[in-house]
């Protein structure tokens, strides 16, 4: 173990993909982290026992074990046991995560140069989105981050862990609380961690309309068809929508149910007619061949053996349709897309959006609201064609309306004109 003032050479450092995660078949324990020895690490067992006693899905179990076999696979790298962390290996793994390459992309562990040349990608020409870069992305460090503090704390209090959480929250500053808080944003409960990176808000990419015309006419199936179209209508996550029954379609009332990925609650979804139609040609294509009871699964693989769609192979086949565009888009632009529309909408109120979506806080479906950056380039250079056209306006000439100040503009800054003189 290295002292505080003792810098270890992450240069040198290799980290071999020691471990692993194991998928197991068991409903109380669905996951298992091994060591190099294959032996169970009953550390993380119980903080993912305690994740589940929580209401966490599955979905987030994996998430936080693959967090946690990050993190023990740099401790085992370094020689230090994980009830023995300090500070210094926390501060160590978060300069380490932030520049190392991914393990399988170019260059090798512990490569800074082949990770920021990774992460310099040239944007796609078709949807303007970075490639994924070499190293791990900053939501991906921010999120370790999180989970590895949330780790330490359990045991601190459970008394299995070390006295002092590795990973500390950010230092405090000197002053009267929350002196520079915008009073238009919510407060934030806590403080951030010390080790955690700032993450620029951007707004969502989604599929432009002329764009979604021509991937959609890629897709090769009913059944796929039939997915996009409920995916860009009801909005909702790829996972959620993947785990429909086919109890969970009602086209009467042209609403399909799914389960909401955090609340775990069961709610119904109102969908577009044309989403209806392509899944009634994918249940015909498939009628007698697969099971269709209240309780079985609404998608299906197209070929034999059926199994029911997985994630990983509905992601497949979107990517598949993307490529033949050029395109990078991602099953959750889909999402993004629907959002999208729902917010543009005059007539549609902004609390509907977010039910829609199932959003907790207001201030996430707000972010909908920005125009992406092609729609404001656009704009702006009309606003630049305008400018022009008026300064080439010959002397005594009416500016066309666009550009004409409107009568109540004129009322509200100079008051109504009177018309009692003489």
Same mark, same amino acid.
């Given at each position: ?20 995660? &194991? ?33 966490? /899905? ?11 076999? $990050? ?11 994980? +009830? ?7 501060? +160590? ?25 990774? $992460?310099?990608? !040239? =944007? ?6 970075? =490639? ?14 999180? !989970? ?27 002053? $009267? ?30 599929? =432009?309309? &002329? ?16 997915? !996009? ?18 109890? +969970?379609?009602? *086209? ?24 209806? !139609? ?15 009871? *209240? +309780? ?8 034999? =053996? ?10 497949? @086949? ?29 007539? @549609? ?22 125009? /992406?950056a092609g729609e404001v380039i656009t704009s702006v250079l009309a606003h630049h064609a305008r400018m022009a056209a008026a300064k080439e306006r010959p002397p005594g000439e009416e500016p066309p309306p666009g550009l004409r100040y409107r009568p109540e503009s004129l009322e509200a800054l100079f008051g109504r004109p009177r018309h009692d003189h003489p």
């Amino acid at each position: 173990m290295t002292g505080q003032d003792e810098p270890r050479d992450l240069a040198a450092l290799v980290v071999p993909q020691a471990g692993c995660l &194991e998928r197991a078949e068991d409903p109380w324990e669905p996951y298992r982290l091994l060591d190099p020895a294959g032996a169970l690490v009953g550390a993380v067992a119980a903080f993912l026992r305690d994740l589940q006693a929580s209401g966490r /899905p599955e979905t987030t179990l994996r998430a936080y074990a693959i967090a946690l076999l $990050r993190w023990h696979r740099f401790l085992w790298a370094a020689g230090v046991p994980w +009830d023995q962390a300090t500070r210094a290996e926390a501060r +160590d793994f978060s300069r380490w995560i932030q520049i190392t390459v991914k393990p399988g992309r170019a260059g090798g562990p512990g490569d800074a140069a082949g990770a920021v040349a990774a $992460r310099a990608g !040239v =944007p796609n020409p078709v949807t303007g989105k970075a =490639p994924p870069g070499g190293g791990y992305a900053p939501a991906t460090v921010a999120h370790s981050e999180s !989970v590895l503090r949330g780790f330490y704390d359990f045991h601190l209090e459970a008394g299995t862990g070390p006295i002092v959480n590795p990973f500390p929250l950010a230092r405090g500053r000197r002053g $009267r609380a929350h002196a520079h808080h915008n009073p238009m944003e919510p407060h934030r409960g806590e403080r951030s961690g010390r080790y955690r990176p700032r993450l620029a808000r951007r707004a969502p990419h989604h599929i =432009p309309e &002329e764009k979604f015309n021509e991937l959609f006419a890629a897709l090769g199936s009913h059944r796929d068809r039939a997915l !996009v179209a409920f995916w860009v209508s009801t909005g909702a996550r790829a996972s959620e929508l993947l785990g429909a029954t086919c109890r +969970d379609a009602d *086209p009467g009332q042209q609403l399909i149910a799914v389960i909401r990925k955090g609340t775990r609650h069961l709610q119904q979804l109102p969908a577009s007619p044309d989403a209806f !139609v392509w899944l009634r040609l994918y249940q015909a294509q498939l009628h007698g061949l697969v099971p269709a009871g *209240p +309780d079985d699964p609404l998608w299906w693989t197209l070929r034999r =053996p059926f199994r029911q769609l997985s994630y990983h192979a509905a992601y497949r @086949m979107f990517t598949r349709a993307s490529d033949t565009l050029g395109a990078n888009w991602s099953l959750h632009d889909l999402r993004h897309l629907a959002a999208y529309r729902m917010s543009r909408d005059p007539a @549609m109120p902004l609390a509907d959006v977010q039910w829609v979506l199932g959003h907790a806080q207001l201030s996430t479906t707000q972010l909908y609201l920005s125009a /992406p950056a092609g729609e404001v380039i656009t704009s702006v250079l009309a606003h630049h064609a305008r400018m022009a056209a008026a300064k080439e306006r010959p002397p005594g000439e009416e500016p066309p309306p666009g550009l004409r100040y409107r009568p109540e503009s004129l009322e509200a800054l100079f008051g109504r004109p009177r018309h009692d003189h003489p």
